[in-house]
């Protein structure tokens, strides 16, 4: 099988993140394998629009688009999909930075025709210059990078993680894209889930599909000081309670907490464990991380059951719209300029 073509979605909100977009893209444009195009999808802020528009005028393979859906990131990634012409779309967050071998580590999972989706590592860049003391590395999914518990090497998972994952075009055309109403939305409360979702509405629309997560496909994400705090721990481990909620609604308990009832009964307890240990040992944050696991869990849990009322009281709470049947078309602006 040939090597894809690979078009790289990154989708965007606000100017206080405009050194890290240009980071973002350059990191794509120095890729040993190269990608077919960068498309920039700016959340209804016409102001970045416009400035990102005469930033990349003169560059031929990165196109500037207005997000052709509702507010947030699920429409966002929609609207890349639907404009991009690769045989397989990568996701990359606006404030990290790709290795230069990530397309390449992508590319090659894809040998495989049975594989739809390739995930890779994601690794934090803590704006103080190092991970807090208490900050335990089984929750790095707090600031949307790989956590510990996740097996190493290319390994076959329930699902990618949105920041730092590609699918064959032919997904969406199995599943359909992203759900609206799920996911980021700005600077809102911090809700997730949206790449799970479709990976298990993927793998039942294609019981043959292989997704795959591959550590040497590596981005390096960054982690604002205010992430960095206790506060922002219990509010992101709350919204992924009512996400997980969400999911639950959506694809069933069974299947949508599948991965979490081994992370809750065996990687969480063992983090306990080590964060009394060093506690013992008089090793710094020890107590701290035993304490923000519990804590997160808790937390999370109590997330859960808001939003699983929220849930039935409301019914679903998110739509999934087909790329190719839904209002953002299949075909790109025929200028390739802003749409």
């Known amino acids: 099988m040939s090597d894809p073509d690979i078009s790289v979605v990154i989708c ?4 206080d993140r405009w050194e890290d977009i240009l980071a973002a893209v350059s990191s794509v444009r120095a890729q040993s394998y190269p990608a077919l195009e960068t498309l920039l999808v700016v959340d209804h802020n ?6 990102l528009t005469k930033e990349y005028k003169e560059a031929t393979q990165v196109r500037v688009l207005a997000n052709a859906g509702p507010r947030g ?25 790709a290795e230069r071998d990530w397309l390449r580590r992508f590319a090659e999972g894809y040998a495989d025709p049975r594989v ?18 208490w900050f335990p590395e089984e929750f790095d999914w707090v600031v949307g990078c790989t956590y510990r518990g996740l097996p190493a090497g290319r390994v076959r998972v329930r699902n990618v993680l949105g920041g730092n994952a590609s699918f064959r075009r032919t997904a969406f055309d199995a599943a359909g894209g992203f759900a609206t109403g799920i996911g980021r939305d700005g600077d809102k409360r911090p809700l997730g889930c949206e790449e799970t979702e ?26 604002p000081e205010a992430r960095e705090h206790f506060g922002y721990f219990r509010t992101r481990a709350y919204a992924e309670g009512l996400s997980k909620a969400l999911v639950a609604r959506s694809v069933g308990a069974g299947k949508g907490l599948e ?10 307890p063992a983090g306990v464990a ?7 040992l008089a090793r710094p944050g020890g107590a701290g991380r035993a304490g923000a696991i519990v804590a997160g869990v808790l937390t999370a849990a109590g997330g859960y059951v808001v939003g699983s009322v929220r849930a039935r009281r409301s019914g679903a709470a998110f739509a999934v719209t087909g790329i190719e049947d839904g ?4 075909t790109a602006p025929a200028d390739g300029g802003v749409r």
């Not at 991965?259 to 990687?267: D, G």
Request: charged share 25%.
């Open 274 to 280: 080590r964060g009394l240990r060093d506690a013992l």
């Open 327 to 330: 209002p953002y078309g299949r």
């Open 198 to 223: 479709l990976c298990i509405r993927l793998t039942r629309a294609r019981p043959d599909a292989v997704l795959l997560i591959d550590d040497r496909a590596v981005i390096h994400h960054r982690v």
């Open 73 to 97: 990131l699920s429409a966002g990634r929609n609207t890349g999909i639907a404009a991009s012409y690769g045989a397989v779309i990568a996701f990359l967050d606006d404030d990290a930075v």
């Open 116 to 133: 739809m989706a390739v995930g890779g590592r994601t690794m934090p860049i803590w704006a103080s210059g190092r991970r807090p003391d």
């Open 12 to 15: 965007v909100y606000t100017e």
């Open 259 to 268: 991965s979490e009832r081994r992370y809750t009964t065996r990687v969480l």
């Open 46 to 51: 016409p102001a970045l629009l416009e400035r």
